[in-house]
Every structure is written in structure tokens, then in C-alpha cells.
């Protein structure tokens, strides 16, 4: 049956402040200001390459939400499900973000307590679009936010699921937001509607308390909750300017373990937003291919590669850049200097 959306998000979305270059947040005087968010950078990335997507939130019905409906629109995501609030205590999350330098590591610094997110009503959308999507993607932040978004996403993965759609939820785990215990036991909660799951090594470990290889792992997960497709990358840092990423996804039909050589030595311009890319790379290629892993894999290394070049959190690739970063790293012969 035909969906009006490929895919449907739902998160916060935030304002980021950044001081220019690798200036510090306590001693410079500028910051640039961008639109950023996990679920947002999701379906920013799968628009690019060639897919309708949307995305659920609320927003200040103000100047600054008004700056955000235009950035959402300009990646071409929908703002169909974009609701307002017009109350006085109306507020848009913020996060400042300061770029690493070795051996300084980047920072974060959040100010998202009593957002207008914190009043997303169930009420506030029509039964219609729980049969929208083909897939619905969320992620673990909005469970950490609070009791009302996280009882308000779990509905939402139900309602979605009720319907058949593929639930898609990335881990994203926060320290800041809640403690390891908290997401365990209400990630375990909803994993059981879970299709496609997206969790690191580190995660599995230190949240889950898994043990063992990372295909163990994966496995494991796939086997008590019955996901179809588990995902997670792997990233070695050199330093916080050069990195290697690359991913192993499995697939319980199959039985199959994917991976590939990782991408080596990646200029790290901007690492925020790049597992987010990935992603989008991977929900992509198993929209545009009836769930091959093969190609999830391929289109999710290179864009989460090529977004650590990219400022801000957003990504910026087309199809046809990304088809042409994944025959350059499948070619073993001469590679040429520029695109051109």
C-alpha cells in the first residue's frame, strides 16, 4: 500500500551556538548560529538523497520557530507535523557546542529543561498519521527528556507499529539527559516493536550490560526482541581531527554479518551529526532497496564519513555525491585528487 511519507521522525529540535573555529565557549564573543537534532538530522539526510520525509515536534511559536520551520523546509523535510506553542513560557532548546583540538576534546553545553517539546499532545494529530510512514524513526533522547515525551513516544511507537510500519530507534544514549539504569529499562520496554536498531559497542556494553564480541551482541539483541536489522557503527579516533568510521549491520533473515573496509583518516570537520548521517545512509538504502544490508551498509559508511566534513549538524549530500564516495572507496586503483 502506497504511504504519502517514506519516512516520519519525531525529537526535539534545538538551536546550536558555536564560536567560530576552535575558539572556547568561555572566551570568545561570537557564536554561529544553526538548526540541529538527532531525529531532524535523520530526515534531513534521507530527503537529500531522494526520499520523502517528515518530522514530528513542536516548536516556540516565535521568531525562533519560525527560523526552524524555514531550515526544515530548506532540506526539503516536511513540516506537515511541525505544532506550535504560542504559551508565554513558549521556549526552543539550545545547546552550545565547542570544537576539539588535541588533546582537547570537544564539549557540549545543553539548555534544554522546559521546552516547548515538553508539551507534545498526541492530541494534536489526526489518526491519519500513524498510517503515514513507512518507517518511523525516534531515538532514546526523547525517552531521557521526561515523563510526558517519553510516555508520549512510547504511544507513538505503538500507534505506528499497530499500523505496520517499521519502527526504526537509535540509542543515542545521553549521560547528561539519564542514567545508564533508566535507559535500560525503558529501552528494553520498547525494543519488543522495534525493526531496526541502532545501537554502538559501548552502549550495548555499559548500558545493556552485554558481554562479549560485537557481533555476539548484535545477535543477542536480535534474538530476544526479535529486530530484524541491527546497526552499529564503529569509529576509532586518531585525534579529534582525523578518524576512521566504518559499521557492522546484521541481518536476523539472514543470519549475515555486513561490513567493509572503513573509511580511513577522515578530516574531521564537525563530528556532531555524523551518526545521525549514517543513518539516514542506512534507512535510505534499505527504503530504496526492499531491506538489502548490503547497500544500507555502503550508503550509511559513506554518509556518516562524509558529514564529519561538513559544519553544523545537518548533513549536505546528494545521491549522486554519495554513489560517487562509495565507488571511489571501492576502488583499489589510481583515485584521482578532485571531483571534477
Same mark, same amino acid.
Given at each position: 500500500? =502506497?504511504?504519502?511519507?517514506?519516512?516520519?521522525?519525531? #525529537?526535539?529540535?534545538?538551536?546550536?551556538?558555536? /564560536? /567560530?573555529d576552535n575558539e572556547r565557549i568561555d572566551r570568545g564573543d561570537l557564536f554561529y548560529k544553526q538548526v540541529g537534532g538527532?531525529?531532524?538530522?535523520?530526515? +534531513?539526510?534521507?530527503?537529500?538523497?531522494?526520499?520523502?520525509?517528515?518530522?514530528?515536534?513542536?516548536? /516556540?511559536?516565535?521568531?525562533?520557530?519560525?527560523?526552524?520551520?524555514?531550515?526544515?523546509?530548506?532540506? #526539503?523535510?516536511?513540516?506537515? *507535523?511541525?505544532?506550535?506553542?504560542?504559551?508565554?513560557?513558549?521556549?526552543?532548546?539550545?545547546? *552550545?557546542?565547542?570544537?576539539?583540538? *588535541?588533546?582537547?576534546? /570537544?564539549?557540549?553545553?545543553?539548555?534544554?529543561?522546559?521546552? +516547548?517539546?515538553?508539551?507534545?499532545?498526541?492530541?494534536? *494529530?489526526?489518526? =491519519?498519521?500513524?498510517?503515514?510512514?513507512?518507517i518511523f524513526h525516534t531515538t532514546g533522547i526523547m525517552l531521557a527528556l521526561g515523563e510526558h515525551t517519553r510516555a508520549t513516544t512510547i504511544e507513538m511507537i505503538k500507534r505506528f507499529k499497530e499500523r505496520g510500519t517499521l519502527i526504526s530507534f537509535d540509542v543515542n544514549f545521553r549521560g547528561n539527559l539519564w542514567t545508564g539504569e533508566e535507559a535500560r529499562k525503558t529501552i528494553e520496554e520498547i525494543l519488543p516493536f522495534v525493526d531496526i536498531f541502532f545501537c554502538s559497542e559501548d552502549t550495548a556494553k555499559l548500558t545493556f550490560k552485554k558481554n562479549g564480541a560485537l557481533t555476539d551482541m548484535m545477535k543477542e539483541f536480535s534474538d530476544e526482541y526479535n529486530i530484524s536489522v541491527v546497526a552499529s557503527t564503529q569509529r576509532i579516533v586518531h585525534s579529534p581531527k582525523i578518524h576512521d568510521f566504518g559499521s557492522v549491520i546484521y541481518d536476523a533473515e539472514k543470519d549475515y554479518y555486513y561490513t567493509e573496509d572503513p573509511y580511513k583518516s577522515i578530516d574531521v570537520v564537525d563530528r556532531i551529526g555524523s551518526g545521525d548521517a549514517y543513518i539516514s545512509g542506512v534507512l535510505y538504502g534499505l527504503l530504496s532497496t526492499n531491506m538489502d544490508c548490503e547497500k544500507a551498509l555502503q550508503y550509511g559508511n559513506a554518509t556518516g564519513s562524509v558529514k564529519n566534513t561538513i559544519p553544523g549538524d545537518m548533513p549536505s549530500s546528494t545521491l549522486d555525491e554519495i554513489e560517487r564516495i562509495i565507488k571511489e572507496h571501492q576502488n583499489t586503483g589510481i583515485k584521482l585528487e578532485m571531483d571534477r
Open positions: 500500500m =502506497s504511504k504519502d511519507f517514506d519516512l516520519l521522525t519525531l #525529537g526535539e529540535i534545538l538551536l546550536r551556538l558555536s /564560536p /567560530p538527532a531525529e531532524l538530522n535523520v530526515a +534531513s539526510g534521507v530527503s537529500l538523497l531522494g526520499l520523502r520525509t517528515g518530522i514530528i515536534s513542536k516548536l /516556540p511559536q516565535n521568531s525562533l520557530g519560525r527560523y526552524v520551520k524555514n531550515r526544515v523546509r530548506f532540506f #526539503g523535510v516536511s513540516d506537515d *507535523y511541525l505544532t506550535y506553542d504560542a504559551a508565554d513560557d513558549q521556549r526552543l532548546g539550545i545547546y *552550545y557546542y565547542e570544537n576539539g583540538a *588535541y588533546p582537547r576534546k /570537544p564539549s557540549v553545553v545543553y539548555d534544554r529543561d522546559y521546552t +516547548s517539546i515538553h508539551k507534545i499532545n498526541l492530541n494534536d *494529530y489526526d489518526a =491519519s498519521l500513524f498510517s503515514s510512514a513507512r
